[in-house]
T-cell receptor
Framework: AQSVTQLGSHVSVSEGALVLLRCNYS??????LFWYVQYPNQGLQLLLK??????LVKGINGFEAEFKKSETSFHLTKPSAHVSDAAEYFC????????????FGDGTTLTVKP | EPEVTQTPSHQVTQMGQEVILRCVPI?????FYWYRQILGQKVEFLVS????????KSEIFDDQFSVERPDGSNFTLKIRSTKLEDSAMYFC????????????FGPGTRLTVT
């Protein structure tokens, strides 16, 4: 069994400020973890992923996330927000050792104020 | 890099009509999935498919839904008699299995039922 909790359905930051989107997971097997971004009326774009290699993963558009097993967290960060980062962000967990389903969080809407 | 593709990108249909959504998974992948995202909500698992049979399905995947791998490349989702509440984005995903269970998502098909 697995689950994902994204703390904060809405996050608002000023342009240039740090972005921090929180994701906590639970999984009965070693997990793979993903962050996706979704712009209005579009599909899912993979930002970054953890698949049991380096615990600090860097993704596209300056985003990065750190897998912390002890905290069961995979928070997404970006040092300096840009207005183009405004979108919906989803964290997802997939079993890393079997072909079970992916489970997505409820999503976090990021607003960036100019 | 190989990609999962989906057709059509947008399908409009009338209530009660049958629709077939098509997906071409990555060629060496063995596990196939369908997910659904109702507008403004999170991505939900529908069904997984392996070795020509359903391996897991959710409560959403009722008798109105069916999946098929009619040939060596396509993976389809059929909705027999569409309802207004079937309007959503439908995502296909695939994974190769051992050694990597990472799921690769397609761009999605937006289904609008009128």
């Amino acid at each position: 069994a697995q689950s994902v909790t994204q703390l904060g359905s809405h996050v608002s930051v000023s342009e240039g400020a740090l972005v921090l989107l929180r994701c906590n997971y639970s999984s009965s097997v070693p997990p793979y973890l993903f962050w996706y971004v979704q712009y209005p009326n579009q599909g899912l774009q993979l930002l970054l992923k953890y698949t049991s290699a380096a615990t600090l993963v860097k993704g596209i558009n300056g985003f990065e996330a750190e897998f912390k097993k002890s905290e069961t967290s995979f928070h997404l960060t970006k040092p300096s927000a840009h207005v183009s980062d405004a979108a919906e962000y989803f964290c997802a967990v997939t079993p890393g050792t079997n072909a079970g389903k992916s489970t997505f969080g409820d999503g976090t809407t990021l607003t960036v104020k100019p | 890099e190989p990609e999962v593709t989906q057709t059509p990108s947008h399908q409009v249909t009338q209530m009660g009509q049958e629709v077939i959504l098509r997906c071409v998974p990555i060629s060496n992948h063995l596990y196939f999935y369908w997910y659904r995202q109702i507008l403004g909500q999170k991505v939900e698992f529908l069904v997984s498919f392996y070795n020509n049979e359903i391996s897991e399905k959710s409560e959403i995947f009722d008798d109105q839904f069916s999946v098929e791998r009619p040939d060596g490349s396509n993976f389809t989702l059929k909705i027999r008699s569409t309802k207004l509440e079937d309007s959503a984005m439908y995502f296909c995903a695939s994974s190769e299995g051992q050694p990597s269970y990472e799921q690769y998502f397609g761009p999605g098909t937006r289904l609008t039922v009128t």
